[in-house]
């Protein structure tokens, strides 16, 4: 597809200032989830969130209002993330009961989920919550009737329960191989208090971080630094000022009541004993219900309000045939990019493997059926494969706050990845293992316990054995983001000192060879090559990083820096490529063998890595790449769509993403619970590759270019506001084909902004 700068169109060009709106925000309550009747288990549960506290309700025909309630930040003694606990509320007479008018709605735009139920005689109206401001989910019941109203606590974690099932098993993922120990879950605790509340929580009495550090030679670590599992408390308190205290798990109303609100603290600490964390929790509760609920309600609103304003897509098709298609895409990526912000602002990084949102498996038939909700198949660790791809999602629609969980579990890691490498490898720098617990050390199974015939440093599991990727991937997931955020801070306490320590890592750890050129011998092309002689996505990867970094221009960095970066750059070996048919493509690696996973390492150099694509030379050859690709599948973390859209394939890109956003689990019944794929429900790479693909189809970013619609279907009109480098932010309406209203909103005068020539 042909382009050009946008010059001619510089009456609709605004630079560092706001203009008049002309793009629009679309209707959210089109895309909201409405159920016209109740659910029959944990399988029919509707996601709700506050970025850190997540909740799945369901209502049954019981008469019973049942939710389970998390937090990103519950680990467990064996780095598991736990349920706080699940909730009932009972409502008699039952206003679920068959025949009676039913209707929950997950209302989009207010970040609210509720349920109305009967007549306008008989109406009962439920609103649930979670505050976007502050740790606590809300339940208002309101009905035209008098009922009688109970809310109890039903904890599962009652007594200390050995995992014995080799499948159950998994999700305590790293205490596994030869020589693991036993796997056993905690009990709760739960506090028989005085007050109209009751309490529970489960406190770590022990932890598995000094073995995992001991097992990897990190002990000198230990000495002056915290255990961050040991003594970690999570739970909650319920109360409600309409019903009494019946026991330490009941709350029940005395006679029928007209209305009545519940509220759920929840509060994650690490504490010398259970009496300060109570007091913390009390602290906070106090805190939060001195501040009226109209007022919170109404801040917890605006906060929505401004979410769906700050970036949008819309489309419309004049095809007729795909309309369906055309809505799930827009109500998919809605439903996605709310599941990113319901859990994107607590304390740990999102799961790529369920997030906050599993529920219990009783009910779900085949290998997996008869778990609590604890379960996630691949456990507490973080691969970066999966974890990275909501992230890079999160960049174009403007939700930065949401990034810097993620950054934040890297910058902590760092100390422990400086002494593994000198320790490892007797020099300087940073790497990052595919794998890791969140303080950043291998998980003990992919390490191995069994060392005899291995040297220090080196896994057991030889999927990850040289699989380093993450440390450049964050790198340039850090630029990125200063480059569209500016924040000076960031740079200075985040991005430079973990990008220059990884620089510094790849600068040491190969030598080089006759010609001057890093060998990078022994190494991997990402976990599909387990042998590979100077992979690809090493060599774009560095590449690309000192490209952005020798941009910099902050008095921070050194002249040291800049001269190691470019010599970096000087000192790679030639991008790697392979002639096939007479054709010459891009090469996984110089030399490779070992395949060992479904992966397209070549293709790194178009995603995430960008030296290939729209506007780039030798565009043909990285097309041809891609159409003689191994794995050409979608769906999971599979990431063809989104290099369709960099290469400017439009109707693959296309037909790819749309794939993705109009696949279902019918197991489940809200929509966005897909999976499992190859991790678990809600898969969070499924819908986050088609986020990245349709908003790539849109803008594309890179140096001083943004381009618009650079692989868009001639027959969808669509409405977006996207963000771009230097704080640009960028709202489009195409219509039969046409631009027909633009906002740009630049914020650096040489910016140029480059549209396709025609559709």
């Known amino acids: 597809m042909l382009y050009f700068l946008l010059s001619i169109f510089a009456p609709s060009l605004f630079y560092g200032q706001n203009s008049t709106t002309v793009a629009h925000a679309p209707r959210m309550d089109k895309y909201n989830v409405l159920w016209n009747s109740p659910s029959d288990n944990s399988l029919g549960s509707m996601p709700a969130g506050n970025g850190d506290i997540g909740i799945n309700v369901w209502a049954e025909k019981d008469g019973d ?44 735009k207010d970040g609210t989920l509720r349920i109305e139920t009967g007549d306008k005689t008989n109406k009962v109206i439920i609103d649930i919550w979670v505050d976007a401001n502050h740790p606590v989910v809300e339940v208002d019941v309101k009905s035209k009737k008098s009922v009688l109203s109970k809310v109890v606590l039903e904890p599962w ?56 550090l001991k097992l990897q030679g990190l002990d000198e670590y230990i000495v002056n630094n915290k255990d961050p599992l040991l003594n970690r408390t999570f739970g909650a308190s ?18 029928p009541i007209k209305s009545f609100s519940v509220s759920v603290y929840a509060h994650t600490s ?18 939060i219900s001195s501040i009226s609920r109209d007022k919170r309600f109404n801040a917890h609103r605006n906060w929505w309000r401004l979410f769906w304003e700050q970036s949008y897509i819309e489309i419309t098709s004049r095809n007729t045939s795909e309309k369906k298609e055309v809505y799930n895409i827009n109500q998919g990526y809605a439903l996605q990019r709310y599941m990113l912000a319901c859990s994107g602002r607590g304390n740990s990084p999102i799961k790529f493997n369920g997030s906050i949102f599993t529920v219990d498996t009783k009910h779900l038939k085949g290998e997996f059926e008869g778990f609590d909700a604890d379960y996630r198949r691949w456990g507490g660790p973080y ?74 440093g080196m896994t057991e599991n030889a999927y990850i054995r040289h699989y380093w990727q993450s440390g450049l991937e964050i790198s340039l997931m850090m630029l990125d983001y200063y480059a569209f ?37 022994p190494a991997m092309s990402l976990e599909t090559y387990s042998m590979a002689v100077n992979p690809l996505p090493e060599i774009v990867g560095i590449n690309k990083v000192c490209h952005e970094l020798l941009k910099l221009s902050d008095p921070e960095i050194s002249q040291v820096q800049k001269e190691q970066w470019n010599r970096l750059k000087n000192e790679l070996p030639e991008i790697p490529t392979r002639e096939v048919d007479g054709t010459t493509l891009l090469a996984p690696a110089q030399s490779y063998s070992g395949k060992q996973n479904s992966e397209n390492p070549e293709l790194y150099a178009i995603f995430p890595y960008r030296i290939y694509g729209i506007g780039k030379p030798d565009l043909e050859m990285a097309r041809n790449t891609f159409e003689n690709r191994a794995f050409k599948q979608t769906g999971g973390w599979q990431q063809n769509a989104i290099k369709a859209a960099y290469l400017g394939l439009t109707d693959e890109a296309a037909k790819l993403m749309m794939s993705n956003f109009n696949t279902s689990n019918q197991a489940y019944r809200f929509p966005a619970m897909w999976g499992p794929n190859y991790d678990w429900t809600p898969d969070q790479d499924h819908g986050s590759v088609a986020m990245i693909a349709l908003q790539r ?17 001639k027959d969808w009109d669509v409405n977006f506001k996207l963000h771009a ?5 960028i709202s489009v309406v195409v219509e039969n084909g046409k631009v027909i209203q633009k906002e740009m909103t630049l914020g650096k005068e040489d910016l140029k902004i480059v549209m396709p020539s025609e559709f």
């Not at 120990?181 to 605790?189: L, N």
């Not at 319920?238 to 006679?255: A, G, H, P, W």
């Not at 320590?501 to 190969?510: R, V």
């Open 238 to 255: 319920i109360s409600s000022k309409e019903l009494e205290k019946k026991s330490s798990t009941v709350l029940s109303s005395q006679k």
């Open 270 to 287: 690490q504490t010398e004993n259970l009496e300060d964390w109570l007091k913390q929790l009390k602290d906070v509760s106090e805190d």
């Open 383 to 456: 691969w970066w494969q999966n974890t990275r791809l909501p992230y890079w999602a999160m960049l174009e629609s403007g939700d930065f706050e949401m990034m810097k969980p993620l950054f934040k579990m890297y910058r902590d890691a760092l100390p422990i990845r400086k002494l593994a490498t000198k320790t490892y490898y007797n020099h300087d720098g940073a790497f990052f293992p595919e794998t890791i617990y969140f303080w950043g050390t291998y998980v003990d199974g992919n390490y191995g316990r069994k060392r005899d015939d291995l040297p220090l």
């Open 485 to 521: 955020t500016k924040d000076k801070v960031f740079l200075k306490e985040t991005l430079l000192p973990v990008v220059s320590e990884i620089m510094t890592f790849y600068d040491q750890h190969w030598d080089r060879d006759g010609n001057g050129k890093i060998r990078f011998d």
């Open 65 to 108: 209002l049942i939710f389970y309630v998390s937090k990103t930040d519950a680990w467990s003694e064996n780095a598991r993330v736990l349920k706080l606990g699940k909730v009932r509320v009972s409502l008699t007479p039952n206003p679920f009961e068959d025949g009676i008018p039913f209707q929950q709605e997950l209302i989009l």
């Open 697 to 713: 189809m849109l803008l594309q970013y890179d140096d001083d270019k943004i381009y618009i619609l650079p692989a868009w279907p």
């Open 725 to 729: 480098q230097e704080r640009s932010i």
């Open 157 to 212: 974690r009652t007594e200390r329960r050995l995992i014995e099932n080799g499948t159950e098993q998994h999700s305590a993922y790293g205490m596994h191989g030869e020589g693991a120990p036993d796997i056993f879950v905690e009990k709760d605790t739960i506090l028989n208090l005085q007050g109209n509340q009751f309490v529970w929580a489960h406190r770590n009495e022990r932890s598995i971080w000094q073995d995992n």
